[in-house]
């Protein structure tokens, strides 16, 4: 066997194996985990390779080493994973064009999910958000984001809160006069379930933010 294939099918099992110890014991942000030699005894491995798959963690902000107190889990919002793709994936433009044509394919998905799925129907909340279009001001990113939450998909969530934050401004800023306009026909085609309404609706504020 590779020793460079068995080193990493080593190191995958060890990442897994810790997020399942991390689950079944409920380890809260901020919360201290095992210590190595610990960690090496309940996985059977050697403390080198425990040691290993710890550094790789870290440097991808998902746990903090204090000297002196040990390792921590850290608030996965906060990770340098985007720092990383920033760094390494994202220095081309036709990169960043994907990216944001990724984050664009999964909020039309979630609108078109809303629109097909009878479980998805929330009155209650499309209400809302027409009321607060019409006094008060509206984070672009905070109506796309409870529009992904209730599309019911937590993978595609996680997805788009790592490709949002590429996206920076204009997701940041407050809707203007047309775009609320824009939103709140969206906002009427998701309670009637129109789904061609409501991606064409999209695609229209789509050029409005550009």
């Given at each position: 066997m590779n020793p460079k294939n068995n080193s990493s099918k080593m190191f995958l099992e060890i990442v897994k194996r810790l997020r399942e110890l991390i689950k079944e014991e409920n380890v809260a942000v901020g919360?201290?985990?095992?210590?190595?030699?610990?960690?090496?005894?309940?996985?059977?491995?050697?403390?080198?390779?425990?040691?290993?798959?710890?550094?790789?963690?870290?440097?991808?902000?998902?746990?903090?080493?204090r000297r002196g107190e040990g390792t921590f889990l850290s608030d996965f919002r906060k990770h340098q994973l985007v720092e990383l793709l920033s760094t390494f994936v994202l220095q081309e433009s036709k990169s960043k064009k994907d990216v944001h044509k990724t984050r664009e394919t999964l909020e039309k998905e979630a609108i078109r999910t809303i629109c097909t799925s009878e479980n998805f129907s929330r009155q209650f909340i499309w209400d809302a958000f027409l009321l607060k279009l019409q006094n008060e001001e509206v984070i672009r990113e905070d109506i796309i984001r409870e529009i992904i939450i209730i599309s019911d998909n937590r993978l595609a969530?996680?997805?788009?809160?790592?490709?949002?934050?590429?996206?920076?401004?204009?997701?940041?800023?407050?809707?203007?006069?047309?775009?609320?306009?824009?939103?709140?026909?969206?906002?009427?085609?998701?309670?009637?379930?129109?789904?061609q309404l409501a991606v064409t609706l999209y695609n229209e504020w789509l050029l409005l933010i550009q």
């Open positions: 919360g201290k985990l095992p210590s190595e030699r610990e960690l090496a005894e309940r996985m059977q491995v050697g403390r080198s390779t425990v040691r290993e798959a710890l550094r790789s963690l870290e440097l991808l902000g998902l746990i903090e080493t969530l996680k997805v788009w809160f790592l490709l949002k934050q590429f996206a920076g401004e204009p997701y940041r800023n407050p809707m203007g006069t047309e775009e609320k306009e824009t939103w709140r026909k969206l906002l009427n085609g998701l309670k009637n379930r129109d789904e």
